[in-house]
């Protein structure tokens, strides 16, 4: 696809982050554009900003969806078409994900399954629902955002990270077995997986009110007490912070710093994904972080896991996540 005008582009997850920036890109391309998201009202700031900077003629539409539930996905992709009023689209972009450090062995089973449920049944549902429409048109693709952690199934050795990691490697290995069964039976319709490295964006704060936890400064103290344990099993020096409103302040802290201080922008992000997406590349890699991990993990896999691979890897970026 050389370029987007005129088309129709789905996005999940378009509050915020990659999602928004993917819209504004596109619709200043001359893409219309329709996006889901569960917070209302960052997807209405999304679409503030797009309508500001869409060419004229350009129409972005909003929609409330979960992208877990089926029947919310199928309502979203009857709702595009109504008010588009189009048969076929363009471009999916599974991009909607929530973030979760939590534990399989001793972790609540509910955070655990709604983050794999987001991140995997999301994508695959959006296909389900979507791929007949992609295939109807003439020139079709759909985005998989997978992760690094898609391929290293870690942030670090001081965090575990099972579900969201679990999630990511089935939409890579979903996205890859794609390429053939598109080869076959859709030649018209094209597969990118998406790989980030740290990009900076509101995840962590998007996923803590997603999972009901709402703001920091709503945290009861059974959560505290469970942030308290992790921060201690990652080396933090926590002992003489007796108040939880320190504890809160310092997660609110992390999760800007997330979004503050990354290598890559989330505009830098996009761009990066729809220039891979003219150019035909089924992987896409986002970020330094992303491709020295790729190239860390080929050379030798059997060490991922170790604390040598940390070194090497904070050897050549500046990964600070999970150690
Ligand atoms: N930011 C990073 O460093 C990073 C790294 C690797 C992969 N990713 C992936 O990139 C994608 C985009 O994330 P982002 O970093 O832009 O974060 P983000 O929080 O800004 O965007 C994700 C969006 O998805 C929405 N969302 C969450 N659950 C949803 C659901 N059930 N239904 C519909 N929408 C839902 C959120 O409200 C949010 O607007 C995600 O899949 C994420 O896992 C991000």
Known sequence: MKDFAGKLAVITGGGTGMGRALAQQLVAEGCDVAICDVIEENMEKTIEICQAEAPQGIKITAHQCDVS???DVNRFRDDVLKQHQRDHINLLFNNAGIASLTSFINGPRDE???TFNVCWNGVYFCARAFMPLLVASDEGH???TSSVNGFWASVGPSSTHTAYSAAKFAVKGFSEALIND??????HVKVSVVMPGHIGTSIIINSSKIMGRG???ELDAEEIDSIRKRLESEGADINDISDDNEI???IQERAENFRDNAPMSAENAAAQMLQGVKDERWRILLGKDAEVLDRLIRADPETAYDSSFMERLKAETEWGLGD
């Open 112 to 114: 655990w399954e709604r």
């Open 142 to 144: 759909i985005i998989n």
């Open 69 to 71: 539930k089926e029947e």
């Open 182 to 187: 598109l080869r076959i039976n859709a030649p």
């Open 215 to 217: 703001d920091v400064h």
């Open 248 to 250: 809160r302040a310092m």
